[in-house]
Nanobody, 125 residues
Framework: VQLQASGGGLVQAGGSLRLSCAASGRTFGIYGMGWFRQAPGKEREFVAAIRWGIGTTYYADSMKGRFTISRDNAKNTLYLQMNSLKPEDTAVYYC???????????????????WGQGTQVTVSS
């Protein structure tokens, strides 16, 4: 699966952004998709995930209530609506997709097969 992320940019603290991730290729096999982020000097961390077929969502604790993950199956597109952004949300955001139905571990980067190129989100104070 090929993934193309977009929608990043510069926003002031308290603002909002919506990230998109267009999937192409063998999309019929997608079991779950997610967003991870990586700030300079830090490890990649889980943000949110969604079961592609049934739409069940999962969030990192620090994103609950501020971020919303969703998908449009018809368009093969994943979204991340980010509200009440904070400077500590500044990072490169990556979308990812996985097809294994066994041992689904939505918060573990190793479960996923394919990754997009990342989109930069910068939140100014």
């Amino acid at each position: 699966v090929q993934l193309q992320a977009s929608g990043g940019g510069l926003v002031q603290a308290g603002g909002s952004l919506r990230l998109s991730c267009a999937a192409s290729g063998r999309t019929f096999g997608i079991y779950g998709m997610g967003w991870f982020r990586q700030a300079p000097g830090k490890e990649r961390e889980f943000v949110a995930a969604i079961r592609w077929g049934i739409g069940t969502t999962y969030y990192a604790d620090s994103m609950k209530g501020r971020f919303t993950i969703s998908r449009d199956n018809a368009k093969n597109t994943l979204y991340l609506q980010m509200n009440s952004l904070k400077p500590e949300d500044t990072a490169v955001y990556y979308c990812t997709a996985g097809s294994y139905t066994a041992n689904y571990d939505y918060a573990r980067a190793e479960w996923y097969d394919d990754w997009g190129q990342g989109t930069q989100v910068t939140v100014s104070s």
